[in-house]
Each structure stands twice: as structure tokens, then as C-alpha cells.
């Protein structure tokens, strides 16, 4: 079983800026890790995948976020970082950190909202 952690949510005006994290662990995280990913979801929308990452470093991002966003990984710690840069007030959301593909593993959510 894998064990997924998210933190550095939090409250910011609009145009600062947050460095999410999400650490994985437990039985079976060598595979469940191969691919990890960044989701989001604000009130009364869908679930959406803002960025992902590949063991090897192979990165995707949604559009809304391209040019602000960066995601990154330690592999040695199995660690994801999601670096938001010139957030807006449409950033704000339910921040969800998912390793692996399909089904995968899920965080809980770390909540960021974006006012002034």
C-alpha cells in the first residue's frame, strides 16, 4: 500500500506565489511512482489535472497553468513538488497529489486559496 502526503497550502494574494509538496511511501512505490501527478478542484467544478511528472523527468501541464507553474520530483525522496508562480484568484482550489497512473494512489488535499 502507498501513502500519499500533500502540504503547502495556504492562503495568498493574488500574483504571489506557493510551493506545494507530496511525498510517497509504503509497499509497491517504486511502480506506484513512476508517474506522479498534480490535481486540482475548485468548488462546484470537475476534478482537473494541472501537471504531472516521470521518473525520468518528462513533464506535462495543463494549459491554464503553463508558464506559471512548474512541477518537479526528488526521486531519492520520493518527493513532487508543485512550484505556483502569479497565481490567480481561478488558482484557488483543492490541490490533490495522485502517484501513479490510472486508479494510483491519492493525497488528501491541501487547500490554496488565492485572494486579496
Known amino acids: 500500500q502507498v501513502q500519499v502526503v500533500e502540504s503547502g497550502g495556504g492562503l495568498v494574494q493574488p500574483g504571489g506565489s506557493l510551493r506545494l509538496s507530496c511525498v510517497a511511501s509504503?509497499?509497491?512505490?517504486?511502480?506506484?511512482?513512476?508517474?506522479m501527478l498534480w490535481y486540482r478542484q475548485a468548488p462546484g467544478k470537475q476534478r482537473e489535472l494541472v501537471a504531472s511528472?516521470?521518473?525520468?523527468?518528462?513533464?506535462n501541464y495543463a494549459d491554464s497553468v503553463k508558464g506559471r507553474f512548474t512541477i518537479s520530483r526528488d526521486n531519492a525522496k520520493n518527493t513532487v513538488y508543485l512550484e505556483m508562480n502569479s497565481l490567480k484568484s481561478e488558482d484557488t482550489a483543492v490541490y490533490y497529489c495522485?502517484?501513479?497512473?490510472?486508479?494510483?494512489?491519492w493525497g488528501q488535499g491541501t487547500q490554496v486559496t488565492v485572494s486579496s
Open positions: 495522485k502517484a501513479g497512473a490510472g486508479a494510483g494512489y
Open positions: 509504503g509497499i509497491g512505490i517504486i511502480d506506484s511512482t513512476y508517474v
Open positions: 511528472i516521470t521518473i525520468g523527468g518528462r513533464t
